[in-house]
C-alpha cells in the first residue's frame, strides 16, 4: 500500500460511515420488530473496522524517515483521523443495538422523546453530510461554522436531558426506557464531537494531488 492509495482507503470508510449512519438514522423510533437492520449494521461496521485495521498497520508500520515532510504529517494526521474514524462508528453501531433493545420494552419512547431525537438526527444529518462536502467532495467550508453546529448540538442534547428528566419526575417515562434514551443521546453527542475533531484534520483537502497520483 502506498500513502496515495491509504488515502483512497479513508475516503472508502469515510462513504462506509455514511451508509451506516443512513441505516441507524430512524432506527431509535422505527425499529420494526424481526427485521435485520442490526445485522445489515454489524456488517457494515465489521467492514469498516478492518479498512481501518489495515489503515492502523500501515502508517504505524511506515518508516516516516524516509518520507517527505509533507507526507510524514499526511501521515500522522491521517492516523490521527482514523482513530476518529473508528469511534465514531462504534457509537453509529451501538445506536442500532440500543434501538433494537428499545424496540423490545414493553413502554416504547414517548411521542415527545422521539420527535426530540428526530430534531436532532436532522442536526448530526448536518455534520456528517458537511464531512462528506469538505472530503470527499472538496468543498470549503469553515471550521468556525463546523465549531458552531457542534456547539448547537450539545445545547440541544442539554435541553432534551432536562425535558427527558421532568418526564421521569411527572412518570410519563419510566427508567428503563429513559436509560436506553440517554444512551442515544451520549451516542449522537460523541458522534458530533468526533466528526467535529475530523473536520480539523483537514488532511486530504491539503493533500489531493497525492490522492489524484
Known sequence: MTLAQALFVSDDILEDILSLAT??????????????KLLQAENISNNISKKILLLRKYLKHISYSTLSFNDGYTAEK???????LSII?????????????????KSPLSFTAQRELDELLERINIILRTLEDAFLKS????????????????DQIKGIKKNHIKRLRSGTCN?????????????YAQIST???????????MDHLEERKG
Open 78 to 84: 491521517l492516523l490521527q483521523s482514523i482513530e476518529e
Open 89 to 105: 462508528t462504534e457509537h453509529l453501531f451501538h445506536i442500532a443495538k440500543v434501538s433494537k433493545a428499545i424496540s423490545k420494552l
Open 194 to 204: 468526533h466528526c467535529t475533531a475530523l473536520f480539523h484534520e483537514s488532511f486530504i
Open 139 to 154: 468543498n470549503s467550508i469553515t471550521s468556525m461554522w463546523m465549531l458552531r453546529q457542534n456547539t448547537i448540538i450539545q
Open 23 to 36: 441505516l441507524v438514522g430512524n432506527m431509535p423510533t422505527n425499529y420494526t420488530k424481526g427485521n435485520n
Open 175 to 187: 427508567l428503563e426506557t429513559g436509560m436506553c434514551f440517554l444512551d442515544l443521546l451520549n451516542d
